[in-house]
């Protein structure tokens, strides 16, 4: 089967447009169905989220499977918190068998913040590992156990990273590890601080990463100052710099929501004039209706 | 350090326990003391209150379960009466039974016979006053409590 | 050690309410260190008990008895007159323990007054933290003697989550993120690029994943 439109335009150096799509809490195949009309046309992927923050909602593979029915390319998010290795790797088949072309492969957010912390959590295999068995199918076609599959998938491999994180000093590696496992592209967390971004980018560019893995840019517009200190403060690995935060609380409330997304368009404009960033992530959460603005007033538009 | 306790009501201990308490009963009060803290609680003893006295070498071997077994034995109420903080002599031996009187309210909740039958209090050395005063304290507070609930 | 925490007095009560006479067994060694179990436990407990009985207008009567090891037969024998004067036997042992004493002493009800919690050190007066999961397999040499399987939230091999923030856990606040720790402790001994080599998956069959676990030592057996 074809390559997906994703890994056509990051191969063939195009800047990539993706945005975020998070299922519904519920069967209701028409909130996927809603938000892939308003993303339809204006970007080359839609990450479908995998009970992100541990909060129990339709799955991943489902609704990926809805945005194919609507000529939408899906990214599949999987996490290793709520799957042994025996869980990922048939649904990753699964997911081929229904045409997903793309896998994120995270480890996923502790179950303690999550709709249900009495949970027990997985992780038989952590991320790295993860991506590491989707590039063995792809490339020897065999599962884990060394087994020769039917039709081996041949997913299109991404990894989240975080340059905002600590130890600083260790996300590099980590990029590196997660490029030598055989991640193609990376999403970055929501980047506010441009300034590390570029540190960590820039190191990363030094070692020759940029060209072994597809970097893509992390983005969110803020909506308030409220928000952007929730962030801040209370969002495990997100950074926003007093600077902007002060932007904001200086803004008149009605217009906080602008002041945000000019930010946001701010960011995706520094992102596209650094060396090895190869498309951006709108993180539009619950806001969808926004991306196609995004798209529009960024320049990106029309998608190829 | 006298304005730390709160000065027991004007009127007379007997009134206190007929009001608050209607049967009238004639508390038991166990007091823990270091000995280097207090000499004796001799002449503490009167007609509306018992007090049964424990020295100790020091206060840090107020042990959980000796408080326990004097509310077993049937105190109403049980005190600790330490060095004041700084001055004890085995150094941290007051800190010590405020870590385990603390806990010991806890199990008294717990079980329903209310930690506030258990204080400890700091006493400078030999203060007769401070010791009188906090007795009086104490029974005034059972009058409320009323008696040990399991004796 | 095993570290554990004696259930609470409610939990208790109601577990050992349809007994008049009651065994408190204690065990002299992890618990006795981690202040779950032992004598002092033991005694304590049983005060707690008997007023709070008293208190209900019941009586119990309670024997207290605290022997050197409960996950121990040759230490638990000696328990065995007072087993037998008692209707059950509430142990505060750790799970081991418990279910030693309720194999040896097969007619009487044993029950679990202590939950064990982990295994791990005295890190400091008062505190004690996780340190290991007995996964049978120890990889502490690849990780700069730093546990990622107990102390690691999420179990991870390949270096730290995004969570990680300020050397501290995404998971609480009060935890350190073991992942710090393995880069911090690498750096000391000069070995930070080892950490870039890609750790396979862990073979969990030597863990409790892979069924109740037994050691057989021949040279031990007569
Ligand atoms: S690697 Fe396994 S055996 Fe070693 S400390 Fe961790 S859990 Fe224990
Ligand atoms: S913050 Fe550190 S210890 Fe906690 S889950 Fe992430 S890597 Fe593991």
Known sequence: MSAGKLQEILSQGKFAVTAECGPPRGANAEVVWKKGALLKGYVDAVNVTDNQTAIVRMSSIAACAHLIQMGIEPVMQMVTRDRNRLALQSDIMGAYSLGIRNILCLSGDHQIFGSQPEAMNVWDIDCMHLIHTVKDMRETGKDMSGFALDEPPKMFIGAAENPFADPFEFRVLRLAKKAAAGANFIQTQCIYDIARFKEWIHVAYEQGLTEQVHILGGVTPLKSAGMANYMATKVAGITIPEAIIKRLEATPKEKAAAEGMKICLETIQELREIKGVHGVHIMAIEAEDKVPEIVKLAGLYPRP | ?151 | MIVGQQKPLAEIKAEVVPFSKLLILGCGTCVKTCFAGGEDEVATLASSLRLAFKKDGRQIKIEELTVERQCEDEFIKEAAAAIARNDAVLSLACGAGVQMVANRYAKSPVLPGVNTTFIGILEKQGLFTEKCLGCGDCVLDVFAGICPVSRCSKKLMNGPCGGSHGGKCEVNPDTDCAWQLIIDRSKDFGQLDRLSTYVPPKDWRTSNAGGPRKLVREDHII
């Open chain 2, 1 to 151: 350090m006298s304005e730390s306790y709160p000065r027991p009501p004007n009127h007379s201990m007997a009134e206190v326990v007929e009001t608050n308490n209607k049967a009238v009963f004639k508390p038991k009060i166990t007091v823990f003391h270091c000995f280097n803290a207090i000499s004796s609680t001799a002449g503490a003893d009167s007609n509306e209150y018992d007090i049964s006295a424990v020295r100790m070498p020091c206060s840090s071997m107020t042990r959980e379960v000796f408080l326990l077994r004097a509310f077993e034995a049937g105190a109403d109420a049980v005190v600790v009466m330490v060095c004041p903080e700084g001055d004890c002599r085995y150094m941290e031996g007051n800190i010590r039974a405020g870590k385990r009187v603390a806990r010991v309210k806890k199990i008294l909740d717990e079980i329903g016979l209310d930690g506030k039958r258990l204080n400890i209090y700091p006493v400078p050395e030999k203060d007769l006053n401070t010791i009188d005063r906090i007795i009086k304290q104490t029974v005034s507070d059972l009058a409320g409590l009323g008696p040990n609930p399991a004796s």
